[in-house]
């Protein structure tokens, strides 16, 4: 199995998205002897938030790109093909005011674009990147999975749809949240690496 390790958080080892990705990654090399990881920390090596020059890229023909555009697309180009070419995806998505931090965002933006990874159709919009699996490792401070908070949870819902658009639609997720609760900190990771079934 080619497993594709996106990290998001800049927290680096002290990140507990990255814990518990590193976890399912575990699990998943566990259950499939000799799978290969790619790892792309979102937070060390970012995509750049879209500008003008990278909408016009993704809209302008191939044939008369300009340099310029040629430059600008390589970010988009090079995030679909590396999720192309693995079959499954662990995503680290730490909570951050309510949603994703904003370098996943700036590479869902590159990896959503009209007639290479979605197209619409006479039926509505068709996304093109089937047959993956994909695991999100969410942390949190409070707990969002349920209660009060879950209104405030904007991750699985934005996650499950903009991958799910793109044709992704066999999602699992897992939490640690509680981090920063007294009566759930202690035992919240490990907790959440014990919910794991791969």
Do not use: C
Not at 64 to 71: A, D, G, I, V
Not at 150 to 166: Q, T
Not at 176 to 183: I, S
């Amino acid at each position: 199995m080619k497993i594709l390790h996106l990290i998001s958080s800049p927290r680096g080892n002290e990140s507990y998205s990255l814990k518990l990705g590193n976890a399912v990654v575990e699990k998943l090399q566990a259950a499939n002897p000799g799978s290969t990881v790619k790892v792309h920390d979102l937070a060390n090596a970012p995509f750049p938030h879209l500008e003008e020059v990278h909408l016009n890229s993704f809209f302008t023909p191939l044939e008369s790109r300009t340099p310029e555009h040629k430059l600008a697309i390589k970010h988009s180009d090079d995030a679909i093909a590396e999720v192309e070419e693995a079959e499954a995806l662990v995503i680290g998505a730490p909570l951050y005011n309510f949603n994703i931090p904003s370098t996943l965002k700036a590479w869902i933006d590159h990896m959503a674009r009209a007639g290479k990874t979605f197209r619409y159709t006479e039926n509505g919009p068709e996304g093109l990147i089937k047959g993956k699996k994909v695991y999100v490792a969410i942390s949190s401070g409070g707990v969002y999975s349920e209660g009060p908070m879950k209104a405030y949870d904007f991750i699985e819902p934005y996650l499950r749809a903009v991958l799910g658009f793109l044709g992704m639609t066999d999602i699992t997720f897992y939490r640690a949240e509680g981090l920063k609760m007294p009566a759930l900190q202690e035992n919240a990771l490990q907790k959440a690496i014990d919910s794991i079934q791969v």
